[in-house]
C-alpha cells in the first residue's frame, strides 16, 4: 500500500515549524563553543564538568524529583483507583482538583505554602520542603496520566478475580493494579522529572540551589556556560518526553497476576 503524499503546504509548514525549534538549538549549541573572537571548542564543557556545584545542583533536583514521583504516586495511585471503582461521580471533582495548578501562579502558592505550613527542621529547613509544592505543580499530569491508564482497565472486573483468588487489598495493589499500570506510571514519573528539572521559582523563592537556579546563576557569570547547561536541561527534557512516547507504545491488555 503506497503512503499518501504530503500536500506541498504542510510540507512548508512542517519545515517552518522545524526551523523555528532548530535554530534557537543551534544557535545555542554553537554559542556554548565559543571562546572569544573566531576561537570555539569545549572549554565551557570542560569547566561545567569540573565544578561541584553543578554536580551538587543536578543531584538535588534528580533527587528531588524522585522523591516527588514517590510520594504522588503513593497518594494519587489509591486516590484514583478509589474514584473509578467506588465513587466515579467524584471524577468532576478531581478533575477540578487537577487543574488548579493551572489558575494559580507559583509565587502565590509558595508565598502560601511559606505561611501556612509548619514542620519539624528537618523537613521545613530542608530542599525536602521543595517536594510539597513540586507534588501540586506535577498533580495535572500525573492525575491525568493516571486517569487515562486506568480508564483502559477494566478494574471491577480485576478486582473481583483477585479478591475471588484470595489476594488483598494490598496484594491487588502491588500485584495487579500496578503492573498493568505500568505505562501511565512510566509517563507520569518522566513527566515529573521534566517539570521539576525545569522548575524554577519555588527553588529560587525559598533559597534552594537547584539545577534551574544554577543555570540562572551561571548565566549571570559565564554566558557559554550557560548556554550548555540549557543544552543539557533540554536534552534531559528530551528524554524524559521520549520516555513518555515510548512507555506508551506497545501497551498490551490488562493482565491479571502478570500472567498474559
Known amino acids: 500500500m503506497s503512503a499518501r503524499r504530503m500536500h506541498p503546504t504542510g510540507v512548508i509548514v512542517l519545515l517552518l515549524a522545524g526551523l523555528y525549534f532548530a535554530v534557537p538549538l543551534v544557535a545555542t549549541g554553537v554559542f556554548s563553543l565559543w571562546e572569544g573572537g573566531s576561537r570555539y571548542g569545549f572549554n565551557a564543557y570542560v569547566s561545567l564538568v569540573h565544578k561541584s556545584e553543578m554536580w551538587d545542583s543536578l543531584w538535588l ?45 507559583p509565587i502565590v502558592l509558595v508565598a502560601g505554602l511559606t505561611a501556612l505550613f509548619h514542620g519539624p527542621d528537618w523537613f521545613v529547613g530542608t530542599a525536602n520542603y521543595l517536594v510539597v509544592p513540586y507534588v501540586i505543580l506535577a498533580l495535572p499530569y500525573t492525575y491525568r496520566a493516571l486517569d487515562v491508564g486506568m480508564r483502559a482497565l477494566d478494574l471491577r472486573t480485576l478486582t473481583e478475580a483477585s479478591h475471588s483468588l484470595g489476594a488483598g487489598w494490598g496484594a491487588f495493589l502491588l500485584r495487579v493494579l500496578v503492573p498493568n499500570l505500568a505505562s501511565a506510571l512510566a509517563g507520569a514519573a518522566l513527566l515529573t522529572i521534566a517539570i521539576v528539572m525545569g522548575e524554577f521559582t519555588f527553588a529560587n523563592v525559598l533559597l534552594f540551589n537547584t539545577f534551574a537556579v544554577y543555570i540562572n546563576y551561571i548565566g549571570q557569570t559565564s554566558a557559554t556556560e550557560a548556554a550548555a547547561l540549557t543544552l543539557l536541561s533540554f536534552l534531559i527534557t528530551w528524554l524524559a518526553m521520549l520516555g513518555v512516547l515510548l512507555s506508551g507504545r506497545g501497551k498490551g491488555q490488562a493482565q491479571l497476576g502478570g500472567a498474559h
Not at 70 to 86: I, K
Open 61 to 105: 533536583s534528580l533527587r528531588l524529583a524522585l522523591e516527588t514521583i514517590a510520594l504522588s504516586l503513593v497518594v494519587l495511585v489509591p486516590a484514583v483507583f478509589w474514584m473509578h471503582l467506588r465513587a466515579p461521580r467524584m471524577k468532576p471533582l478531581f478533575d477540578f482538583i487537577s487543574v488548579l495548578p493551572f489558575v494559580v501562579p
